[in-house]
């Protein structure tokens, strides 16, 4: 499929753009499962020596996720560039996996804190192909359009999870499912329908599992203040108890009246 949609002239139909999506996404997602659980146990290891060996075969993982998150983008550019007829529907395809492979190659950056420079561009690339691919379906793809439902869905995914930018994310998935549940039983066909509620039920798990996470995140954050204040309280208590004690002890000092308690004889 790498082939046939680097060379081949013709518009890749739906069925073989499907096809090309599969064929990438199957080889990248064991990469990025296997690179989760090396992770985990690098982190959670203790031993030195075997920590120091799965940080060797996490990077090695990370090489191969990137050669081939770097091998998508080269043949969708191709596609994209090359002057060959593409669909506008084929376009935003391409547009959403090129931000999807540039998104995956931002998970593998950010956790490596001497490469800030390169995580700055690959957020860029990422969020420069799904806003193209935003615009470009806002203006020619129904709201419901399985395509652009998807590129919503993955597009909030990079708000979530990459750029942090979590009440946007739920708002961008919030109202591409306001937009698309009306209008999707009257606009498409069976298996286009069909594709697109399960994207919608994809989009409605992801802002049920973030709303949760933000409020978790939120009463954590109100604990963490109350024991700020606690700990201010406390401490204040104790610097005045301290000033207090001091200044007793300097009064006692000071009375002129405890060298006559007992009268020399």
Same mark, same amino acid.
């Given at each position: 499929? =790498? $082939?046939?949609?680097?060379? /081949?002239?013709?518009?890749?139909?739906?069925?073989?753009?499907?096809?090309?999506? *599969?064929? @990438?996404?199957?080889? *990248?997602?064991?990469?990025?499962?296997?690179?989760?659980? *090396?992770?985990?146990?690098?982190?959670?290891?203790?031993?030195?020596?075997?920590? &120091? /060996?799965?940080?060797?075969?996490?990077?090695?993982?990370?090489?191969?996720?990137?050669? $081939?998150?770097?091998?998508? $983008?080269?043949?969708?550019?191709?596609?994209?560039?090359?002057?060959?007829?593409?669909?506008? &529907?084929?376009?935003? @395809?391409?547009? =959403?996996?090129?931000?999807?492979?540039?998104?995956?190659?931002?998970?593998?950056?950010?956790?490596?804190?001497?490469?800030?420079?390169?995580?700055?561009? %690959?957020?860029?690339?990422?969020?420069?192909?799904?806003?193209?691919?935003?615009?470009?379906?806002?203006?020619?793809?129904?709201?419901?359009?399985?395509?652009?439902? &998807?590129?919503?869905?993955?597009?909030?995914? @990079?708000?979530?999870?990459?750029?942090?930018? =979590?009440?946007?994310?739920?708002?961008?998935?919030?109202?591409?499912?306001?937009?698309?549940?009306?209008?999707?039983?009257?606009?498409?066909?069976?298996?286009?329908?069909?594709?697109? $509620?399960?994207?919608?039920?994809?989009?409605?798990?992801?802002?049920?599992?973030?709303?949760?996470?933000?409020?978790?995140?939120?009463?954590?954050?109100?604990?963490?203040?109350?024991?700020?204040?606690?700990?201010?309280?406390?401490?204040?208590?104790? %610097?005045?108890? %301290?000033?207090?004690?001091?200044?007793?002890?300097?009064?006692? =000092?000071?009375?002129?009246?405890?060298?006559?308690?007992?009268?020399?004889?």
């Amino acid at each position: 499929m =790498k $082939v046939l949609a680097a060379t /081949l002239d013709d518009d890749l139909d739906e069925r073989e753009l499907n096809l090309l999506s *599969v064929a @990438f996404k199957n080889v *990248v997602s064991g990469l990025r499962r296997a690179r989760s659980i *090396v992770k985990q146990i690098e982190d959670a290891e203790r031993d030195e020596c075997r920590a &120091g /060996l799965a940080k060797s075969y996490r990077e090695k993982i990370e090489r191969e996720t990137r050669e $081939v998150c770097m091998d998508a $983008v080269r043949v969708l550019e191709s596609r994209m560039t090359n002057g060959r007829s593409i669909a506008i &529907g084929g376009r935003v @395809f391409c547009l =959403k996996m090129m931000g999807d492979y540039w998104r995956y190659m931002c998970e593998i950056v950010q956790d490596d804190e001497e490469l800030d420079a390169r995580m700055a561009e %690959t957020k860029e690339r990422a969020e420069d192909a799904y806003r193209a691919g935003i615009e470009l379906a806002a203006q020619h793809l129904p709201c419901c359009h399985p395509v652009r439902l &998807g590129l919503h869905l993955n597009y909030s995914v @990079f708000h979530y999870e990459i750029m942090g930018r =979590k009440e946007h994310a739920c708002t961008m998935a919030e109202a591409a499912l306001t937009g698309a549940m009306d209008a999707a039983a009257e606009t498409l066909d069976e298996a286009a329908y069909n594709d697109a $509620v399960s994207i919608m039920r994809l989009m409605e798990n992801n802002l049920q599992m973030w709303r949760e996470d933000m409020r978790e995140d939120a009463r954590q954050r109100d604990l963490d203040t109350l024991e700020h204040l606690h700990l201010r309280e406390t401490s204040a208590s104790m %610097t005045e108890s %301290t000033a207090k004690a001091t200044e007793i002890k300097t009064e006692i =000092k000071t009375d002129p009246t405890s060298t006559d308690e007992h009268p020399a004889a």
